[in-house]
Each structure stands twice: as structure tokens, then as C-alpha cells.
């Protein structure tokens, strides 16, 4: 017969009942049990200093301790958490509970105490002990395995990211020169040749857009993707599509119509998103429909939804069933058998989706082979209480367990212009990303409604507030008020759906930024500071031909000592540079007395940069690539506020002078 040992001390200081429990184990056939004894703790931790034990059988009452503290004692000796089994004289459900809550492995009375019951104790306890050490083993495996894919997974964010970055920088030298050219500042150009030029454009705005695809697919995945949801005109968003879907289609040889009714009701949505997904819908459209074909926008009210939905026909090819299910996945083409000079990476459509689920809509597609598609999505229409509904249908239909929305306030400080009301509503629907809703309860109020936990809260609102500050000091030309944030409640599903509903009562703010027109000079002197020749050459020609005076310098150091020698009236200054660092340069400068309040504004092809840019002293931060007013906006905006801050400098001189 084959038998196993199996290692035991047994502590427990009346040696009648070691007598007892050493023989009832004994008698155990089929294993044999090698048992040490001690009668006290200070023996107990002599044994365990010196042998490796399978269980330990633990009497309660030894001379140093009793009850549960003997217990609690022994497992700060048991460095190796061997498992425990208690015997005690006391027959009490109550603090068998206790003792097992403290770390015991089972419990036995003394006066239960047989062969049997004493060996399947501990066999089962050694079983126990076994399974938790290999799930142990098993978590600690998974970890470092999850670990291991989470550093794969952002250094493949961080090769998007700088991807990303390289292409940009090239685009804007592309799209500037050649909208230098067209627009006539190096000259006359003809009909024929803006037409080559405004095609080079079309290009370069595509590969933006490729661009642009791979940052939201990263966005998308983290969750962070923002939108800025408020009322919208359909005809007025396809009326800003139709010149860059009409010009492609008229090249094609296409026939490209529009059918938008004048009484459609306002959409409430993203409006920059739902022209990214017509535009999509569109271009994909002519790109798989032949010459002499035709491409149609349309557009309808569904009023029994709520909602109004957008389509895109076309006379191309068409799309197979089996190909209908997969053309949404990520990566995936469609061989229509038509040549098309524009590739993309196969992101396009399922990125399309995802913007038209942040609008808390649908998107739909019918086809026939060589007849036609028909790509449709959904907007909800501009009625609040149907858009909380539609939130809310969107959180049960991915809640898990324990699902709650925190309920915020945020209340804007003091008295907000008309101008800054829509730039405070961007900036706290644009914070709180796409899955949550943000809305205008009242003049001064905005109702913020998150699925987040109140302890994750605290972090996410104090971010927020953060980022509050730092975007008030890189809006150009709004005086923008103080905001407070209060946690109103957490509420678990469904029971918010009434608190949300409420905030349709106070109506909706349907104010919209205002066009700024691009600043002028009065001969004021720019230094630009860019290692890319090509970048620092369209960038100036654009603030030649608005009236400055320009200087460049191609390298950190040398912008630096451009800019104290010759005290310019504003720096762009690049963040990657030579020598020294964009950063690095900023801070330089602000230290030094001669240029402390020489406006800066600084330019990068990484988002990233922007807090850095900003918290070391930049009046302003504009990522490439870049339209060209906004850098004109930027440079205008900085001379205004140093302006402002000498003429109230010189006022408080005077009044100290009159006092």
C-alpha cells in the first residue's frame, strides 16, 4: 500500500489532548503524518523557524495568548501562510465564524475530534491550500501578461502618436505653399492652373484626414474621443459639404445632387462629426461609382423617433451580402472593381459608426449589386428630453452591475458674455467625452451626467478644473468666467432617468461661436523660430502678406538670442528644435527681464505639448497642422493683452504719482 506523509505541528499546550489528536491520526491508514509538537508560541516559532509545515492544528489557549489574538499571532509567524486549522474546546457557531473571518482554514471541536473527521479536515485543507496557490500562481501569471500587453499596446499608441506627429509637419508645409500659390500672393495664377492647385489641396486634406483617422481609433479605443453636441441645421451642415463633394464628383464626371426639405427640424449633435461621416459617406460614394453615375445627399424627418435621418445613394457597384456584415470592421475594403486613385487604411466606415454613436444615433446601409448603395445614419432631432432618453437607452444597453451616474453641477462664476456662453458649453461637453452628456439647465448652469463611481469622480472633476484654467489662458479674445463644480448625486440605473429629464424643462443654449476674421498689423515685428525652413518660409509669407515685418532663426539657441537682441513684438517659437527645445527656449525667455512679456505662441504637431506650452508661461499654443488664422488669431490676440497690461501698468503708475 502506498502511503503519503504529510508534515504537521500541532500546537496546543495540554498534552492529553496532543496524546488524543496524535493517536486519532495515527489510526489513519493509507497516509502517514509526521507530527511535531509544541506546547507554546515561542516553541511554535522555534518549529517554524526551522521546518516547512503542510497544516498546523492550533489550540486556542496557550500560556502567551487566547481566543482569536493566538490565532492573529500565529499568522504573522506563518510567513509562508501555511493553512490553519483551529481546535478549541468550545462548541460555538459564533466564533467558529470569527476564527475563519481571521484566517483560519476550518474549525474543529475538541469533542468532534475522530480519525476521519480530523484527516478530511485536513486533506481538504491541503486541497484548498493547493488550488489558492495555483490560482495565486495563475493571477500573478495573468498580470504580468496583462502588464506585458499594456506596454505593447501604448507603444503602439506611442508609434501612432508619432506617426501622427511626422505627417503633420509635412502637411502643413503642402497645404500652405500650395495655398500661397493659388491664392495669388507669389502672383497671378490661371483658372486652370487654381484648379491643379485646389486638387493638391484635396490630396493633402485626405491624407489629414488618414491622419486623423488613426488618432480617433486611439481615442475611440481609450474612451476619450470628445464631442460638442448642440442644435444644428441640416441644410446648413450638407450646404458646408457640398463644395468639397461637388468639386471631387464634377472631376469624376459625376452627377452630384442634393435633396434637403426646407421644414426639416434642427438636429442636436456634433456637428464637425456628422460632416466627417457625410463626408466619408460621400467621397466613398464617388469613389466606387463609375463615370457618367450620379450621387445623391438626401435627408428626411422620422418625427415618431425623434430623429432625422441623413442618406448617401449611389449608382456605383454595389456591395455583396457577404461583404455587408464585415465593411463596418476595422481595416476592411471592398474590391468594387473600379479604379480609384484615393487608398485609405480601411478605417474609414468604422470610424464613421463610432462618430454617429457618439451622436446617439444609427448608421445603416442598403445595397444591390450593380444598382446602387444606400449608406444611412441617424441624428436625434432638438428635443432634450428625447436626447436624455436616448443617453440613457445607451447606458442599459452596456450597463453591468452596479451601474451609476454621477449627477454634476457646473455653475459659471459671475457674468458671462453671450460670446463666452458657447465656448463654456463646448469646453465641459468636450471634457467629459463622448459617452457622458453635458447641458444647459439654466443661464449660469450646466447639468453634467457621468457613468463613474463618486471616488473616481473626485480625480476626473479635479482634471477638469485643471484644464479649465489652462484653456482660458489659449482663448483668444473671450474674457471666460470661473468654473464650480458640485457633485449633485450618484444615482444607480434607472432611477436618474427622472433626474435627467428635468434638465429639458430650462430649455437649450443655441448660441454658436462667431466667425473671426483674420487680424491686421501696424507693421509689428514677428520672429519665427522653426528648424523646418519650409514651415518657417509659408508661415512667414502668410504674416508678410497680413502687414508684419519677419524675422526667422532655424535652431533653439539662435531664436533665443534673436529674440533678446532684437526684442521682436511677438515669437512663434516650435517646440522640436535643435540645440535647444522649444520648452526650453519659452522658459529662458520668460526669465529674462528684456523678453518676460514678449508674447509667445507655440507651435507643435502633438496635443501633448499644449499644457507643457502653456504652463511655462506661452500666451498661446496651435497644433499643426494649422489654418493659417489661427496663427494670425494667436498672434493678434498676445499683442492685444500685452497691450491691455502696459496700459494698466501706466494707469497705476499715474494714480500712485497722483496719491
Not at 532655424?554 to 517659437?573: Q, T
Request: aromatic residues 6%; hydrophobic residues 40%.
Amino acid at each position: 500500500m502506498i502511503t503519503t506523509e504529510t508534515r504537521i505541528l500541532l500546537i496546543d499546550d495540554d498534552t492529553g489532548d496532543a496524546f488524543i489528536t496524535r493517536e486519532s491520526l495515527s489510526r489513519i491508514g493509507g497516509r502517514h503524518y509526521d507530527i511535531d509538537h509544541a506546547a507554546s508560541m515561542r516553541q511554535a516559532k522555534s518549529r517554524l523557524g526551522s521546518f516547512e509545515y503542510d497544516v498546523i492544528l492550533l489550540d486556542l489557549n496557550l500560556p502567551e495568548s487566547s481566543g482569536p489574538d493566538t490565532l492573529r499571532r500565529l499568522c504573522e509567524l506563518t510567513v509562508s501562510k501555511t493553512p490553519v486549522i483551529v481546535l478549541t474546546g468550545l462548541d460555538d457557531e459564533e466564533a467558529a465564524l470569527q476564527m475563519l473571518a481571521e484566517g483560519a482554514a476550518d474549525f474543529i471541536c475538541k469533542s468532534d475530534i475522530r480519525a476521519e473527521t480530523l484527516s478530511r479536515s485536513i486533506q481538504y485543507t491541503m486541497r484548498r491550500q493547493q488550488l489558492l496557490v495555483e490560482l495565486q500562481s495563475a493571477n500573478t501569471m495573468l498580470s504580468e501578461k496583462n502588464r506585458r500587453l499594456n506596454q505593447l499596446y501604448k507603444t503602439a499608441q506611442q508609434f501612432v502618436d508619432n506617426v501622427s506627429h511626422e505627417f503633420r509637419t509635412p502637411l502643413t508645409v503642402i497645404r500652405e505653399f500650395t495655398s500661397i500659390v493659388r491664392d495669388g500672393l507669389d502672383g497671378p495664377v490661371t483658372e486652370r492652373q487654381a484648379e491643379h492647385l485646389e486638387k493638391v489641396i484635396y490630396r493633402t486634406d485626405d491624407l489629414s484626414l488618414m491622419v486623423d483617422d488613426m488618432l480617433d481609433i486611439s481615442k475611440l479605443e481609450a474612451g476619450l474621443l470628445a464631442v460638442w453636441r448642440r442644435p444644428c441645421a441640416v441644410e446648413e451642415l450638407v450646404r458646408n459639404v457640398e463644395g468639397i463633394i461637388a468639386s471631387r464628383a464634377k472631376a469624376r464626371g459625376i452627377e452630384f445632387t442634393i435633396d434637403i426639405p426646407a421644414d426639416l427640424p434642427e438636429a442636436f449633435c456634433d456637428e464637425e462629426k456628422a460632416r466627417r461621416v457625410l463626408i466619408n459617406l460621400a467621397i466613398n460614394a464617388i469613389k466606387f461609382t463609375p463615370s457618367s453615375g450620379s450621387v445623391k445627399i438626401w435627408a428626411k424627418s422620422n418625427a415618431d423617433q425623434a430623429e432625422i435621418v441623413l442618406g448617401v445613394t449611389d449608382t456605383g457597384s454595389g456591395i455583396s451580402q457577404e461583404n455587408l456584415s464585415s465593411i463596418f470592421g476595422r481595416f476592411r475594403q471592398v474590391d468594387s472593381g473600379i479604379h480609384s486613385s484615393t487608398k485609405g487604411f480601411g478605417l474609414g466606415l468604422s470610424i464613421a459608426r463610432e462618430l454617429v454613436y457618439l451622436n446617439l444615433g444609427e448608421m445603416d446601409v442598403q445595397s444591390q449589386i450593380g444598382i446602387g448603395s444606400t449608406f444611412t445614419f441617424t441624428l436625434p432631432t432638438n428635443d432634450l428630453a428625447a436626447i436624455v432618453d436616448r443617453y440613457l437607452e445607451r447606458i442599459e444597453s452596456k450597463r453591468t452591475e452596479g451601474t451609476s451616474i454621477a449627477l454634476v453641477r457646473a455653475r459659471a462664476e459671475g457674468v458671462m458674455a453671450k460670446q463666452s456662453e458657447a465656448v463654456v458649453d463646448e469646453f465641459l461637453q468636450r471634457a467629459v467625452c463622448g459617452g457622458d452628456l453635458a447641458v444647459r439647465s439654466t443661464d449660469q448652469q450646466w447639468l453634467i451626467a457621468k457613468e463613474s463611481t463618486e471616488s473616481e469622480l473626485k480625480d476626473t472633476l479635479a482634471k477638469i478644473e485643471g484644464d479649465w484654467s489652462a484653456f482660458k489662458r489659449n482663448c483668444p479674445g473671450v474674457e471666460l468666467p470661473g468654473i464650480r463644480f458640485e457633485l449633485d448625486r450618484v444615482l444607480p440605473m434607472p432611477e436618474c432617468h427622472f433626474e435627467l429629464r428635468q434638465a429639458a424643462l430650462n430649455g437649450l443654449n443655441t448660441e454658436r461661436h462667431q466667425e473671426t476674421s483674420e487680424p491686421t498689423s501696424d507693421h509689428r515685428t514677428v520672429l519665427v523660430v522653426d528648424d523646418n525652413e519650409d514651415v518657417s518660409r509659408c508661415l512667414s509669407l502668410r504674416l508678410e502678406a497680413a502687414g508684419y515685418e519677419v524675422t526667422a532663426a532655424y535652431d533653439g539657441e539662435a531664436g533665443y538670442n534673436a529674440a533678446v537682441a532684437n526684442r521682436p513684438d511677438a515669437v512663434v517659437l516650435d517646440v522640436c528644435m535643435p540645440k535647444k527645445d522649444g520648452l526650453t527656449v519659452l522658459r529662458e525667455l520668460r526669465q529674462n527681464p528684456l523678453t518676460k512679456n514678449t508674447p509667445i505662441v507655440m507651435l507643435s504637431a502633438s496635443i501633448r505639448d499644449q499644457h507643457g506650452a502653456l504652463e511655462s508661461g506661452a500666451n498661446f499654443f496651435v497644433q499643426k497642422p494649422y489654418e493659417s488664422h489661427e496663427v494670425l488669431s494667436a498672434i493678434k490676440s498676445s499683442m492685444d493683452q500685452q497691450s491691455q497690461a502696459k496700459a494698466t501698468e501706466t494707469e497705476e503708475l499715474l494714480l500712485e504719482c497722483v496719491s
